[in-house]
């Protein structure tokens, strides 16, 4: 089984051999490669709804790895008993949904050492809840795949602190390592922020999305400016 580019770069934030679930796991792809090719104490797949479940209890035989992957059914992180795993990983799911599932088991995913999301949207909201709500941001990727980017956020309990808020919008580690991958989003954000402006301003050039969208795109020409010191 093959892993693709956003699961690979998943797995690559990992701090492996650990403990592990898998929340809303769908085909547990990640589970089984885990089962297959690392030496993790334990690994359970989880989902919600019965259809994926039953779908990933079905790739778990197929694969024969029963014996080293737990699939269970029911929703977020209330599939664990305290301490049972140190990491999580909450993947392929909107940020506001992710939200939802660490804060209706908050105490669980504060007794995590790691947990490893990866939004299909709303990643900056979801960036200032978990700074508000005592995460700490330690990680971050982009990957390119199927003509989409995707972002990886690793967080761990704590508290951090950002000068700029903005910071959040981007991503505080994609900026600070220089993410190879940061210079080609932030031009296809910016673009799609322009087209927005463009379609409002027509009509309503005070509107105050058009007076946010600018002020944000004043501040990633900032953040596009550190970038090209850190390949010079």
Request: glycine fraction near 6%; aromatic fraction near 4%.
């Amino acid at each position: 089984m093959k892993l693709s580019p956003r699961l690979k770069k998943i797995v690559s934030l990992l701090e492996l051999p650990t403990s592990i679930v898998d929340i809303g796991t769908d085909h547990a792809y990640i589970p089984i490669h885990l089962a297959k090719n690392t030496n993790c104490s334990k690994i359970i797949a989880s989902d919600c709804n019965r259809a994926p479940y039953q779908a990933a209890l079905e790739h778990v035989r197929q694969a024969d790895v029963e014996d080293k992957v737990d699939v269970r059914l029911g929703c977020g992180l209330s599939v664990l008993s305290k301490s049972e795993v140190q990491t999580a990983i909450i993947a392929g799911m909107g940020g506001q949904t992710i939200r939802q599932i660490i804060g209706d088991d908050y105490d669980l995913a504060q007794g995590l050492d790691r947990i490893v999301l990866q939004p299909m949207a709303g990643a900056g909201s979801l960036r200032k809840w978990l700074v508000n709500n005592n995460f700490k941001i330690i990680n971050e990727a982009l990957v390119a795949d199927n003509d989409k980017f995707y972002q990886i956020i690793v967080v761990t309990p704590g508290s951090m602190k950002l000068e700029d808020s903005f910071l959040l919008e981007i991503g505080p580690q994609l900026i600070e390592k220089g993410d190879p991958l940061l210079s080609t989003y932030l031009d296809n954000l910016e673009e799609k922020w322009q087209k927005i402006i463009k379609d409002i301003a027509v009509e309503l050039p005070d509107h105050p999305k058009v007076i946010n969208l600018k002020s944000k795109i004043d501040k990633m020409q900032e953040v596009k400016k550190c970038l090209s010191s850190y390949t010079k």
